[in-house]
């Protein structure tokens, strides 16, 4: 029982920057990773950036693909149960639906849960 919302795609220039949010509500007093994924037509999703919550040695780690490393940087403000993904010098490759994905652990056997919001578009193009 987790909603997540995504919020700040929209149409921006090459080099230009955009900011991107996840707001997450309902059951999330155990999240364990929450995730930013991008997805063209034809192609698989695939994961931007994640960062790490939930405590333990682990809490705040991020990791960050590739092709985005030194542009985007992944944030969170755990009071308002929002994830961030700062987008910089943006490319046409970076063009796609962007969606945040939270993965939640609960039950006895401390199962992890996903969910995923409905996606934002973002276009780099001049």
């Known amino acids: 029982q987790v909603q997540v919302v995504e919020s700040g795609g929209g149409l921006v220039q090459p080099g230009g920057s955009l900011r991107l949010s996840c707001a997450a509500s309902?059951?999330?007093?155990?999240?364990?990773?929450t995730g930013w994924y991008r997805q063209v037509p034809g192609k698989q999703r695939e994961e931007v950036a994640a960062?790490?919550?939930?405590?333990?040695?682990?809490?705040?780690?991020?990791r960050y693909a590739d092709s985005v490393k030194g542009r985007f940087t992944i944030s969170r403000d755990n009071a308002k149960s929002t994830v961030y993904l700062q987008m910089n010098s943006l490319k046409p490759e970076d063009t796609a639906i962007y969606y945040c994905?939270?993965?939640?652990?609960?039950?006895?056997?401390?199962?992890?849960?996903?969910?995923w919001g409905q996606g934002t578009q973002v276009t780099v193009s001049s």
């Open positions: 309902g059951s999330i007093l155990n999240i364990d990773v």
């Open positions: 994905n939270v993965r939640v652990r609960a039950g006895p056997t401390w199962r992890e849960y996903s969910y």
């Open positions: 960062i790490i919550s939930g405590g333990g040695p682990s809490d705040g780690g991020t």
